[in-house]
């Protein structure tokens, strides 16, 4: 392709605005994460003067962020295979007219309307019902609440996929003599794996940002995740210390980080093959 | 040997039947507990004057419609909705064209697509949380660059200035965030649509002789065009639960110019432990976004089919 | 198929395991106010873990988050939490509610050093014991010293009036005077109530059935409010007290564990000649225990050890600001914390926010009217009517 020098200039510097506008702000939190104290006193430069691990030793010594990064990747990961599970096959029997059950159609509509509600119109029965069933000092809630928020999302986005699937590949193997079980293990998820990686980071991603429920549903420092942790680091009553504050925003992105550079492939073509081609 | 399998056979056929109903049952189950149950509850509270501590002494009454009554006569609920509203309108238009825009230029990108397009997603990634706090501290009047930039360029009254926290700037500022934060996801849809275009439509338009702004209009937007709605409906549903970034940065101040409909609930249903009225809030709030999602649900229901 | 099933089995398996895990009898549970309030106590728990052979695990939380979290766990048979940080304001909603212990019944009573003012939040009207002071808080003046040597040659102003003055003066030197506190809620709320005792104005009557902010008294205080905005600023805390430590603003209403270089008393006047008012804000840290709480021996016992004059003494060097007469006035507090005087002196003379069961709900009713009317979004008077009808709905 012939690249006029005039777009070339053009490329560079829209690439060049577009990555400041977008990168800035990370390079912000990573850049205060490792300056010191007395740096973070006010008037910071945009170069750092100082680097230091402090702020991070810090949240392992005396914030026990060991043990905060443990329960955020139990309840992610749990809650993330269980959606998962659950959802590819909710989603697959969903769209396959050979299987004749009524509850689908209701089902249809109301995964689509649980996607859209606010979670204010959940969240105080299910601490009850939590509460009652005296489970609320376990990771359960949260864990639920991640199935809660992922499972709708999931079971929408697959159910396109599954639909894309052309049946008479499946027709074809259950003359062989698989059953339904071989067809879907064997046959049908790989299929449908681009989609299972997008959808699973994005799933991944919403349980380990969970917030809203995480607040009222967590009892004890001990079971703590990262999102809470940092919401409390920038509250307390005393200044805030923007270190620490930053260098628990620098933990909270590695993980999703790491994620999207190796599976991003997936994550480009599972989306442009799936959902957006509806 | 036999038997077992006659056994399989027969198991075979059992499983065959049984299998939408296994595959099924977690979900459902998930859902009713979940879902259905919550809900129902929420809509028993919403008539109610439930309040959690009061009502261990005073008991749970059913008083009608009053706490619907009493959300519709108060201006700071009205000032939420016209709030949630102004912002779903601005952010998703901005998102979506910003959003648009940029995969349009990637995806016309000679080289280093795949570089811009994982820097170009961070800001997504990051949790809204993070988002929140790193934007505080960069706009912050002490320890910030942007204020001690614009103080340096001669702004001298703006030294003690904190963009959250007037009514001039405190709602642009948030938005200006989300906007920042979920451009990228746009973006990403919009781009992985266009991977999906194929080359011989703009070959074949420019056999035509059609300039660039024709291809675009009669051969990219249609290809994109579901892409483009989608992203629409799911930020428009995004947009209108906005909560924890109003939450941290500004509180629904300064005069309310930020207070959004979940975060007026937080603070006058759940805060203040009156679940009763905050539940009628959540059902209107409900309410509205079916409105919005109508089409969605419309789209999405046809397609199966 | 099979190694998922696996998989997803174990996975299930060491979820329910985790719920198995019950409680150790012997570990008691608190739920603090993040920050130095909670710091102070955790300094102290290693050696009552040693002591009484138990086990301490905590919650931290958020001003609101502590609140909404006692009151959920209130209604549980057995609570999740022993012992409880409260705030003053909480007494009454939570006595009510049954979700406090008597502690009077449960043998505890107040020894004659802690600060008398600041029992009383903690005291019902038959004279029981429901939470105890454990961190003295209460508003401070805090000042830039360059600033006020420079345009007030080193005096504190001691009047409203002068506060304002020195404003205007350091304003028309582009030095912003006065900061105010923004966030609609408690911040702003708080930040507002000494200027309003000083014009001899408060939020409700003395027997708090009526709401008192449409009154001649409130309306001067608001307008006069509004002056110190337009001759200073308005800011978040952190930025509050960097910009008066740093000196690009001068002075401002905090709290002592903000880490305020310098501060006083607050004015307790509008003009020499006005009549002096409490003006100083008490916002103590007490420590409670919950009613349904399963260890209330091992609880109480340790209430005792956190009120005991030589634990609190030991948390001065870590922030910690007892309501005792001893640690505050000892000599090795003097010597490292001088400013602790000033907290003993507004300590003694101070004004609790009313303690109703509805307070939390009145200043996040008014919180967003004083805002309004200090962003000039709506008028003085109509910010005071709103927000006193608003207000009146609240009352039981």
Same mark, same amino acid.
């Given at each position: 392709?012939?690249?006029?020098?005039?777009?070339?200039?053009?490329?560079?510097?829209?690439?060049?605005?577009?990555?400041?506008?977008?990168?800035?702000?990370?390079?912000?939190?990573?850049?205060?994460?490792?300056?010191?104290?007395?740096?973070?006193?006010?008037?910071?430069?945009?170069?750092?003067?100082?680097?230091?691990?402090?702020?991070?030793?810090?949240?392992?010594?005396?914030?026990?962020?060991?043990?905060?990064?443990?329960?955020?990747?139990?309840?992610?990961?749990?809650?993330?295979?269980?959606?998962?599970?659950?959802?590819?096959?909710?989603?697959?029997?969903?769209?396959?007219?050979?299987?004749?059950?009524?509850?689908?159609?209701?089902?249809?509509?109301?995964?689509?309307?649980?996607?859209?509600?606010?979670?204010?119109?959940?969240?105080?029965?299910?601490?009850?019902?939590?509460?009652?069933?005296?489970?609320?000092?376990?990771?359960?809630?949260?864990?639920?609440?991640?199935?809660?928020?992922?499972?709708?999302?999931?079971?929408?986005?697959?159910?396109?996929?599954?639909?894309?699937?052309?049946?008479?590949?499946?027709?074809?193997?259950?003359?062989?003599?698989?059953?339904?079980?071989?067809?879907?293990?064997?046959?049908?998820?790989?299929?449908?794996?681009?989609?299972?990686?997008?959808?699973?980071?994005?799933?991944?991603?919403?349980?380990?940002?969970?917030?809203?429920?995480?607040?009222?549903?967590?009892?004890?420092?001990?079971?703590?995740?990262?999102?809470?942790?940092?919401?409390?680091?920038?509250?307390?009553?005393?200044?805030?210390?923007?270190?620490?504050?930053?260098?628990?925003?620098?933990?909270?992105?590695?993980?999703?980080?790491?994620?999207?550079?190796?599976?991003?492939?997936?994550?480009?073509?599972?989306?442009?093959?799936?959902?957006?081609?509806? | 040997?036999?038997?077992?399998?006659?056994?399989?056979?027969?198991?075979?056929?059992?499983?065959?039947?049984?299998?939408?109903?296994?595959?099924?049952?977690?979900?459902?189950?998930?859902?009713?507990?979940?879902?259905?149950?919550?809900? !129902?509850?929420?809509?028993?509270?919403?008539?109610?004057d439930?309040n959690?501590l009061k009502s261990?002494k005073n008991?749970?009454n059913?008083?009608?419609?009053q706490?619907?009554?009493k959300?519709?006569?108060n201006?700071?609920?009205?000032?939420?909705? !016209?709030?949630?509203?102004?912002?779903?309108?601005?952010?998703?238009?901005?998102?979506?064209?910003?959003?648009?825009?940029?995969?349009?230029?990637?995806?016309?990108?000679?080289?280093?697509?795949?570089?811009?397009?994982?820097? !170009?997603?961070?800001?997504?990634?990051?949790?809204?949380?993070?988002?929140?706090?790193?934007?505080?501290? !960069?706009?912050?009047?002490?320890?910030?660059?942007?204020?001690?930039?614009?103080?340096?360029?001669?702004?001298?009254?703006?030294?003690?200035?904190?963009?959250?926290?007037?009514?001039?700037?405190?709602?642009?500022?948030?938005?200006?965030?989300?906007?920042?934060?979920?451009?990228?996801?746009?973006?990403?849809?919009?781009?992985?649509? $266009?991977?999906?275009?194929?080359?011989?439509?703009?070959?074949?338009?420019?056999?035509?002789?059609?300039?660039?702004?024709?291809?675009?209009?009669?051969?990219?937007?249609?290809?994109?065009?579901?892409?483009?709605?989608?992203?629409?409906?799911?930020?428009?549903?995004?947009?209108?639960?906005?909560?924890?970034?109003?939450?941290?940065?500004?509180?629904?101040?300064?005069?309310?110019?930020?207070?959004?409909?979940?975060?007026?609930?937080?603070?006058f249903?759940?805060?203040n432990l009156n679940?009763?009225f905050?539940?009628?809030?959540? $059902?209107?709030?409900?309410?509205?976004?079916?409105?919005?999602?109508?089409?969605?649900?419309?789209?999405?229901?046809?397609?199966?089919? | 198929?099979?190694?998922?099933? +696996?998989?997803?089995?174990?996975?299930?398996?060491?979820?329910?395991?985790?719920?198995?895990?019950?409680?150790?009898?012997?570990?008691?549970?608190?739920?603090?106010?993040?920050?130095?309030?909670?710091?102070?106590?955790?300094?102290?728990?290693?050696?009552?873990?040693?002591?009484?052979?138990?086990?301490?695990?905590?919650?931290?939380?958020?001003?609101?988050?502590?609140?909404?979290?006692?009151?959920?766990?209130?209604?549980?048979?057995?609570?999740?939490?022993?012992?409880?940080?409260?705030d003053g304001t909480w007494m009454t909603e939570f006595t009510e509610n049954? +979700?406090?212990?008597?502690?009077?019944?449960?043998?505890?009573?107040?020894?004659?050093?802690?600060?008398?003012?600041?029992?009383a939040a903690g005291v019902d009207a038959d004279g029981n014991?429901y939470m105890?002071?454990?961190?003295?808080?209460?508003?401070?003046?805090?000042?830039?010293?360059?600033?006020?040597?420079?345009?007030? /040659?080193?005096?504190?102003?001691?009047?409203?009036?002068?506060?304002?003055?020195?404003?205007?003066?350091?304003?028309?030197?582009?030095?912003?005077?006065?900061?105010?506190?923004?966030?609609?809620g408690d911040?702003?709320v708080t930040?507002f109530l000494?200027?309003l005792k000083?014009f001899g104005g408060w939020v409700l009557n003395e027997d708090f059935t009526e709401v008192t902010l449409n009154t001649p008294e409130a309306k001067a205080a608001l307008?006069?409010?509004?002056?110190?905005?337009?001759?200073? *600023?308005?800011? /978040?805390? /952190?930025?509050?007290?960097?910009? +008066?430590?740093?000196?690009?603003?001068?002075?401002?209403?905090?709290?002592?564990?903000?880490?305020?270089? *310098?501060?006083?008393?607050?004015?307790?006047?509008?003009?020499?000649?006005?009549?002096?008012q409490y003006?100083?804000i008490y916002?103590?840290?007490?420590?409670?225990?919950?009613?349904?709480?399963?260890?209330? /021996?091992?609880?109480?016992?340790?209430?005792?050890?956190?009120?005991?004059?030589?634990?609190?003494?030991?948390?001065?060097?870590?922030?910690?600001?007892?309501?005792?007469?001893?640690?505050?006035?000892?000599?090795?507090?003097?010597?490292?914390?001088?400013?602790?005087?000033?907290?003993?002196?507004?300590?003694?003379?101070g004004t609790y926010r009313p303690a109703v069961g509805f307070y939390t709900d009145l200043v996040n009713t008014f919180g967003?009217y004083l805002?309004?009317?200090?962003?000039?979004?709506?008028?003085?008077?109509?910010a005071l009517a709103q927000g006193q009808a608003a207000c009146e709905a609240l009352l039981p």
């Amino acid at each position: 392709m012939r690249v006029s020098t005039g777009r070339k200039v053009f490329n560079i510097v829209v690439s060049a605005i577009l990555l400041i506008v977008a990168l800035f702000p990370i390079y912000w939190l990573i850049s205060l994460a490792f300056r010191d104290t007395a740096e973070l006193s006010g008037n910071i430069s945009i170069l750092p003067k100082t680097f230091t691990l402090e702020h991070f030793v810090k949240l392992f010594t005396e914030r026990g962020y060991v043990n905060i990064i443990k329960n955020s990747l139990i309840a992610t990961i749990i809650s993330t295979v269980f959606s998962l599970a659950f959802g590819l096959a909710a989603a697959y029997v969903m769209v396959r007219s050979r299987f004749h059950l009524w509850v689908k159609a209701p089902l249809t509509v109301w995964v689509l309307l649980i996607r859209i509600l606010p979670p204010v119109a959940f969240i105080i029965p299910l601490y009850t019902t939590f509460s009652n069933a005296g489970m609320l000092g376990t990771r359960i809630p949260i864990i639920m609440a991640c199935i809660l928020i992922n499972l709708p999302l999931i079971i929408w986005f697959m159910m396109t996929f599954f639909r894309d699937l052309p049946e008479e590949v499946e027709q074809s193997a259950k003359i062989d003599g698989a059953t339904e079980f071989q067809l879907f293990w064997k046959i049908v998820l790989p299929l449908v794996a681009p989609g299972i990686a997008a959808i699973s980071m994005l799933s991944f991603m919403y349980a380990w940002n969970e917030y809203t429920y995480s607040v009222i549903f967590i009892q004890k420092s001990s079971s703590y995740t990262i999102p809470i942790s940092l919401a409390l680091l920038n509250t307390e009553d005393n200044l805030t210390q923007f270190g620490l504050v930053a260098a628990g925003g620098v933990i909270s992105v590695i993980p999703i980080t790491l994620f999207v550079i190796f599976a991003q492939n997936y994550l480009i073509a599972g989306l442009s093959s799936g959902a957006v081609k509806e | 040997m036999n038997a077992s399998i006659a056994k399989n056979k027969n198991q075979g056929f059992d499983q065959d039947k049984a299998f939408p109903h296994i595959l099924m049952a977690p979900t459902i189950l998930v859902m009713l507990a979940l879902t259905v149950y919550p809900l !129902l509850f929420t809509v028993y509270y919403s008539f109610t004057d439930y309040n959690l501590l009061k009502s261990r002494k005073n008991g749970v009454n059913v008083i009608g419609f009053q706490n619907y009554v009493k959300l519709f006569q108060n201006p700071i609920f009205r000032t939420a909705i !016209l709030n949630t509203v102004k912002f779903t309108i601005c952010a998703v238009l901005l998102e979506t064209i910003i959003g648009l825009l940029i995969a349009l230029f990637v995806n016309s990108l000679p080289r280093g697509q795949k570089v811009m397009r994982t820097l !170009l997603l961070l800001p997504y990634l990051l949790p809204t949380v993070t988002v929140a706090l790193a934007w505080r501290m !960069l706009l912050s009047s002490n320890y910030g660059p942007v204020m001690q930039w614009l103080v340096n360029m001669g702004f001298k009254n703006l030294s003690n200035y904190n963009v959250f926290f007037h009514v001039e700037t405190a709602f642009w500022a948030v938005l200006a965030i989300d906007v920042w934060q979920s451009s990228p996801f746009v973006f990403l849809l919009c781009y992985a649509s $266009l991977q999906g275009v194929p080359t011989q439509q703009y070959e074949a338009a420019e056999l035509d002789g059609a300039n660039i702004f024709q291809k675009f209009w009669y051969v990219t937007v249609p290809n994109i065009k579901s892409g483009i709605f989608l992203c629409l409906l799911l930020r428009t549903i995004d947009s209108f639960r906005l909560f924890d970034k109003v939450n941290i940065l500004t509180g629904g101040g300064p005069a309310n110019s930020t207070t959004t409909i979940t975060q007026y609930l937080y603070t006058f249903g759940i805060k203040n432990l009156n679940f009763g009225f905050g539940s009628a809030g959540a $059902l209107i709030m409900t309410v509205i976004v079916m409105i919005l999602a109508i089409p969605y649900i419309r789209n999405a229901i046809s397609s199966q089919k | 198929m099979k190694k998922i099933a +696996v998989v997803l089995s174990l996975l299930l398996a060491l979820c329910l395991f985790s719920t198995v895990l019950a409680d150790d009898p012997e570990t008691l549970t608190l739920i603090l106010r993040a920050g130095t309030y909670a710091d102070v106590l955790k300094e102290a728990i290693p050696a009552f873990e040693e002591a009484n052979n138990c086990k301490i695990e905590f919650s931290e939380e958020t001003f609101d988050d502590l609140h909404t979290k006692i009151a959920l766990d209130a209604v549980n048979a057995e609570g999740a939490y022993d012992v409880l940080m409260l705030d003053g304001t909480w007494m009454t909603e939570f006595t009510e509610n049954g +979700v406090l212990a008597n502690l009077s019944e449960l043998g505890y009573s107040f020894d004659e050093d802690i600060i008398p003012a600041t029992t009383a939040a903690g005291v019902d009207a038959d004279g029981n014991i429901y939470m105890l002071p454990y961190y003295g808080n209460v508003t401070i003046f805090m000042y830039n010293k360059d600033l006020v040597d420079k345009y007030n /040659d080193g005096v504190v102003p001691a009047t409203w009036n002068g506060v304002l003055e020195l404003s205007q003066k350091m304003k028309a030197d582009g030095v912003d005077g006065y900061i105010l506190r923004q966030g609609a809620g408690d911040p702003n709320v708080t930040d507002f109530l000494p200027v309003l005792k000083a014009f001899g104005g408060w939020v409700l009557n003395e027997d708090f059935t009526e709401v008192t902010l449409n009154t001649p008294e409130a309306k001067a205080a608001l307008e006069f409010y509004i002056d110190l905005y337009k001759a200073g *600023n308005l800011l /978040d805390k /952190d930025n509050m007290v960097a910009a +008066v430590n740093n000196g690009s603003a001068a002075m401002a209403v905090g709290w002592p564990g903000w880490g305020a270089a *310098n501060y006083t008393v607050i004015p307790t006047k509008v003009s020499e000649d006005s009549e002096e008012q409490y003006t100083s804000i008490y916002g103590c840290w007490f420590l409670g225990m919950a009613e349904n709480s399963a260890k209330k /021996d091992l609880a109480l016992k340790f209430l005792e050890y956190a009120m005991d004059p030589e634990v609190q003494l030991a948390t001065v060097a870590d922030g910690g600001v007892p309501c005792r007469e001893s640690s505050l006035l000892a000599e090795s507090t003097l010597e490292i914390k001088p400013n602790l005087a000033v907290v003993y002196g507004a300590l003694s003379t101070g004004t609790y926010r009313p303690a109703v069961g509805f307070y939390t709900d009145l200043v996040n009713t008014f919180g967003p009217y004083l805002d309004s009317a200090v962003m000039g979004t709506m008028s003085v008077d109509d910010a005071l009517a709103q927000g006193q009808a608003a207000c009146e709905a609240l009352l039981p």
